[in-house]
Structure formats: C-alpha cells, structure tokens
C-alpha cells in the first residue's frame, strides 16, 4: 500500500531533487492555481466518490478545528480535491460546542461550508467534512493531521488507542510540550509514543488569519528519518501561497515552534510598557539565543541551520510582532499585571487559546528540574512575570540576571 503511494508521489514531484546541504528541500513548487476548488461530497456521510484504490492514496483527517486547524484543513482540501494522490475528502474533527443561535458548530460548518466561529468569513472547500465525533473522524485515514491546543492532545490521543488505521501516518501542528516526571516530552513524541505511529512536525511563520486570505508565507516540516514520508505532508500543505520545505531535525523544527511563544509574551510586555522597537528586537535576540541554547542543551541533534528556517527566526519574527501571545501579554502589561492572562485571554481571545503562557510554566519546570534558570534569564523571567512574582517591568530589568556561564553558545557578555 505504502510503495504504491510513494511511487507516485515521486513520479508526481520531479522538483523535490536532493540537496545536500543542511536545508535539505527547495520549497514545493506549485505550478496550478489552488482557487476554484470545487468537489462535490455528501455534506458528512463519507463521500467515497473519486476513489481508485482504497490502499492506494493518503486519506486525511484534521484533528482540531480551531483558527489554525481550520486553515490547515482549507489548505488540505485544495489539495486532496485536485491530487490523485489523496483521497477528495478530508474529515475535520471538531470539539462539538452549541452556538449562540442554538446550533452545534459542526452542523453549520458543514451546511455552510465556513468555520463561524474559529475562522468566521472564510471557505474551507466544499470537500472538508466537519465530524464530531473523533474515532469516526479517524477511522478511514492514514494522514492524520494533530491541531489542537497542546493541553488536549493527550487526552485525545487517549480516545485514540486501537482506534486508528494500521500504517497511518501522523503530524503536529501543535505548539507547546509537556512536562512529565522524567522530564519534557514533545507533543510529536507523545503522539508517537500514544499511538505507536511516526509523527513529524510542520511550523513556521504561521498566523492562520494571513494564510486564510492567501498572503505569501513559508512552512517547515521536520521529520526524524523518512524524508519521503515528509515530503508527502509538504506536498499535501504545499500551495502556490504556502510553500512548505523539509528538514531533518523534528525536535528542532518543534522547539523553536514551541519556544518561540515565550518569547512573544516578553515581545508583548515590552509593547505594554511602551518600550519601542529597540527593546524589541533586542528582546527577540535574547529569546532567540536561549531558544537555540534550551533546544540543544535538551537535544544535540539539533541543527543550527533549522534556526534559520520559517520554523526559527521568521516564527519568532511574526509572532512578537502580531501573535495572540504578544497581544494578551501586551494588555497584561497595560494593566500593570493587576488582570490575569486567563482573564485577558477570555476576553480578548473569545476562546482562541493562548500557549505561551503554558509554555513559559513548562520550560520553567524544566529549567528548576535541571538548575538552569542562571542560564536562561529571559525564559525565567517570563515565566515569573505571569505568575505574578514579578512585576511586567521586570522584563527590562534582568541584565543583572545575565547568565555567567559561557555554556550558552552565542552569549554575548555585556558591558556598561
Ligand atoms: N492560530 C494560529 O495562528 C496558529 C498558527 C500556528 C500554530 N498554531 C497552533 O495550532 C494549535 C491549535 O490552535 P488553533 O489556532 O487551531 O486553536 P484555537 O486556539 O483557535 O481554538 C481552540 C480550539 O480548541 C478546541 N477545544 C476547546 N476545548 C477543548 C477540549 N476540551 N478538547 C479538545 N479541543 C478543545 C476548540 O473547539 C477550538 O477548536 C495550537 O498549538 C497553536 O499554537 C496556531
């Protein structure tokens, strides 16, 4: 079944040629356009309609439907709708919530072919089938696409234990990790490890609204050893508006992903306290020294080059400069650090979930696991702040908390 899927892919994806450099794909080149996608299906009964071979194609289903999961699925659907490659249908499980008018999210986003309250205004392509219930959503796929809040992914893949389709294939979309008694867990290898499945990653510099009205903008996939499998998620991501490259380096690709919100919450604090581009940018630059340093102190395999990546400095970028985190951490500052981020991000995310706040607590626990807070200031300092141990000004205040050891590649000893 595998092989058969894979020489097609090949045969169908000339441009992906090997490089032998570090950043080992050129993006997937798009030559069709991806709009006026238009496939008919059954609306959610499990339209079966442009099947060749059951075994022959990836048959895909988006676990979450958020702002982000619902982006990947419009994405997904031009795809699945034009490649033989993949099945026409992509099944969309959605975390069933009543709407204000009465009806269940699922229902209207199948009748109206828009996520109204995740992704209001937006198609997501006639072929994506909202499904409310999570082991139907699953059963048929071998492409299972993991994009829900870091907090719930365990407790689905719980769900999903002896439910999926033997051979499946997963990714992670998801940013953040998890922190156990033996120390960090991805959430791809929690997803691995769960459901006894590969699991790579796809990050980047990613604001769903932006992809959603088809703004030019880049992806990375990280895999851990089957490129050609990586290469399948890139094609099946992959728009003339998204391109998608692959890279060997998935705790790389996941951390900087992960990482990258702690750093947006310092980003917004500094726009709180009304702190200027300087301050900025010199907080991404700290942020993306200790990103880089926790990542390989955590794991040696990773890549310098992945840094570079959309996943890596173009991540950090967008998201200290327009992300959820950077907002709510900026209306934090705003309020002197009197109104709790869970109050800012009700009222201003209107159930949207903020992870840099998670996140921070996450890499706090590991850095007092470990004694590394002295080498980590900005990460720590973030982290104190949300709990309100520290005041939001503190976030420009800690150069006296300057690592002193040089085990910090990068670090630059200040002088004043
Ligand atoms: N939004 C973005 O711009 C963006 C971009 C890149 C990556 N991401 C990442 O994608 C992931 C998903 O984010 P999103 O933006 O799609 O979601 P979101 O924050 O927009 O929405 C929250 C989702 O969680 C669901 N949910 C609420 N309670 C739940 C429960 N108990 N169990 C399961 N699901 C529940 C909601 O139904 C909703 O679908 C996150 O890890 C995020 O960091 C987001």
Redesign the pocket.
């Given at each position: 079944m595998v092989s058969s899927f894979f020489s097609l892919f090949t045969c169908m994806a000339p441009a992906m040629e090997e490089r032998r450099d570090a950043i080992e794909e050129a993006p997937v080149p798009r030559a069709e356009s991806d709009r006026g996608v238009s496939v008919a299906v059954d609306g959610g009964g499990g339209s079966d309609r442009g099947a060749t071979s059951e075994q022959s194609y990836g048959r895909v289903a988006v676990i979450?439907?958020?702002?982000?999961?619902?982006?990947?699925a419009k994405l997904i659907a031009s795809n699945a709708a034009k490649h033989p490659m993949f099945h026409d249908e992509v099944r969309m499980w959605?975390?069933?919530?009543t709407l204000p008018n009465g009806e269940k999210?699922s229902h209207t986003i199948n009748q109206t072919n828009e996520n109204c309250?995740?992704l209001p205004g937006i198609k997501l392509g006639v072929n994506v089938v909202a499904d409310p219930d999570l082991e139907n959503a699953v059963k048929e796929a071998n492409m299972l696409v993991f994009?829900?809040?870091?907090?719930?992914v365990e407790?689905?893949c719980k769900r999903l234990v002896g439910k999926i389709r033997p051979g499946a294939e997963a990714i992670s979309?998801?940013?953040?990790m998890e922190v156990k008694m033996e120390g960090p867990c991805m959430?791809s290898k929690l997803i691995s490890d769960m459901l006894g499945i590969n699991c790579c990653v796809l990050?980047?510099a990613?604001?769903?609204?932006e992809?959603a009205v088809e703004k030019f903008s880049e992806a990375t996939v990280g895999y851990r050893q089957d490129k050609e499998v990586a290469q399948r998620w890139a094609r099946l991501f992959g728009t003339s508006y998204f391109l998608v490259s692959v890279v060997q380096d998935v705790e790389g690709v996941e951390l900087c992903?992960t990482l990258k919100?702690v750093v947006a919450i310092a980003a917004g604090l500094v726009d709180g306290l009304d702190m200027g581009n300087n301050t900025k940018a010199a907080i991404m630059r700290i942020g993306l020294r200790e990103m880089r340093a926790f990542s390989k102190l955590l794991f040696s395999s990773v890549r310098d080059s992945t840094f570079f990546e959309s996943c890596g400095v173009a991540?950090l970028i967008t998201t200290c400069l327009g992300?959820?985190n950077r907002r709510v951490a900026e209306a934090f500052a705003r309020s002197g650090g009197k109104r709790s981020f869970d109050e800012l991000e009700a009222e201003l995310?209107q159930?949207?979930?903020?992870?840099g706040v998670s996140t921070a607590k996450e890499v706090y626990e590991v850095l007092s696991n470990r004694g590394w807070q002295g080498l980590f200031p900005l990460f720590t300092t973030v982290h104190e702040i949300c709990v309100g141990e520290l005041p939001p000004t503190a976030i420009v205040e800690y150069s006296e908390h300057s690592p002193n050891v040089s085990i910090m590649e990068g670090f630059t000893q200040h002088y004043y």
């Open positions: 979450g439907s958020g702002n982000w999961g619902s982006v990947a959605v975390y069933e919530e999210l309250k995740y994009v829900t809040p870091h907090q719930f407790g689905i979309l998801i940013k953040g959430i990050m980047g990613n604001i769903a609204n992809i992903g919100n991540d992300g959820r995310l159930g949207q979930k903020l992870q």
